[in-house]
DNA sequence: ATAATAGTGTCTATAAGACAGTATAAC
DNA sequence: GTTATACTGTCTTATAGACACTATTAT
């Protein structure tokens, strides 16, 4: 085989033995981890089953930049480390949780504002999210020395029509510390502009009034943005699944799409929708009143339908 | 306000002047372009109106590595620019456009395979999607003194089914530059795996037969990604007015979803469908046989159908 | 018995798909 | 006239939403 040789008369093995690693000023480079999953919320009526909530995972750092405040796990990149094997290396970390949905989300570092996110100097950060069934979390011991809380999420709309020529709407994400001893609130506000001929749409994030905690960073847009993704992708793939144990009753599977979705869902209609989904097993579960049949993924759905 | 301290007792400022940038090795930060554009194809028969085609637009490299090889335009961010600006220049750079639709594709450097993706160095990579209208391309003149040209790109299924346990689907990318003379094709096989509960994808890529050119990097991974992205997105977004001049007509717009999706539509019931995102407005095409209304995209349907 | 959950049947409204038809231009 | 494109009407089928009903348990 020929070498080729570029405008300098170098080979490629020419070429990298004089590439000079040091001659540009590098951003930094991290990842960090939206850990999501769906619990079961404190009972107040026994008789009745427990409703659902989602969660996330946050640390609250001990360190500069944003000493005190909550942000998302994560951390520098190694140079010879992948950035989704970081993100695994992040969640064993602080969950001891190995097998796990991962999925990347979306890099910050995008415009002027972004890049003086982090103080210390340019931070690039990709974001990943990751889905946890709850029931593999229960027995974990949290290795750092960190404080580590899953904070429950909710982000409900507040506003949505017309200001001006454009359309606007804005929403409340809010997040409460499994005690609930921590509030951070957000209010989120979406514009849609008709620059012809095709809209463009722009968010915008403020603390909310009377929230006196705060995300560290600009961590708030990975959880909307994951929120987001959740919603939308769970209506065509099987998502969902990755939220609960192997075993679950089809009110369990509503309760997780309940919960994503933010609305109520007619009980004959989502087991008609799914039920190419699922599979009956003979196993029975005895928790409510009526015993329920336990289901599982059926893993020909995903042919039929996505091929 | 009081001043947090951490566990050395400093400040933020104190912190942030000792914090020591060159402590870490860096991976290099870079962004690639995949620029979309949908254009007429040559015409034969001068009575028909022109078939539609996807278009990409590739740089030939002119340094190592993968000199010689067609590549993605991009190149390294500055540190003080966003990976959005970055992309932006990259664009005008190339196209002469500045007024573009943009969205960040997908961030490459995940794993082991794809830390080893650039031989000079560790380098991540943040894509981005930018979909033009032809017409805006036409007077541009590419300022680089590299070689660039429109490949058109076809991807199509070529099996689909079981093999063992598990269920794969291929396909074939093709590329082929404006004057035909540079073809590129690759393999994409997806195997999906019943890791229960859940499944999990994987995405092969290998060069076709007989296909003698090839593209640089792992550079198609991203217009895979861009090109299912933009199939999804077609049907819930504006994305398609993104691809055509702010008037154009019905038939000119369903070619654009036709070769997006890759398949044919029915008049009548296409018409059905956009009708709620489109205005009649009172311009005449005469280009066909018998006179076309043009049409514009209509700004207060996203509110509708978003809202 | 009553409350709570599990599970099914069916009517209706809406959307998607198929296809036949008419209309208006170039040649 | 023929051919190619533009545009519409309507029947059929599939899907989504609403709601009423039965079934089985704990208390």
Redesign the interface.
Known sequence: MEL?R??NG?T?QE??QS?D?AK??????TVDMLLLTVGDKENTDIRKLPEKELRVLLVKR????F??NWALPGG??G???????AAYRKIKDETNVTDI?LE?L??L????E??ERD????V?S?SYMALV?ESKLKPSAHRTTDEVSWFSVKKKPTF?G?QGYA?V?TYELTLESDDGAIKIGYQIKEV?E?K????VKTTRYEKLDGYEDGLAFDHYKLIDKGLERLKNKIEYT??A??L???YFTLSELQKVYEVILDKKLLKANFRRKIAPMVKKTEIIQKRGHRPANYY??N?EW??DF??
């Open positions: 080729l570029d405008k170098l490629e070429f990298l590439y690693l540009y000023e590098k951003p930094s480079v001990g360190e500069h930049p000493l005190g520098f990149v140079m010879k480390e992948g950035l989704r094997e949905y990347q979306y890099t570092g995008e415009d002027q972004e890049v103080p210390r100097t340019r690039i990709t069934d949505s017309k359309f709407e849609y008709s012809t001929p095709y809209p099987p998502l699944f990755t609960l144990p192997e599982q993924f893993e995903q042919h996505m091929g």
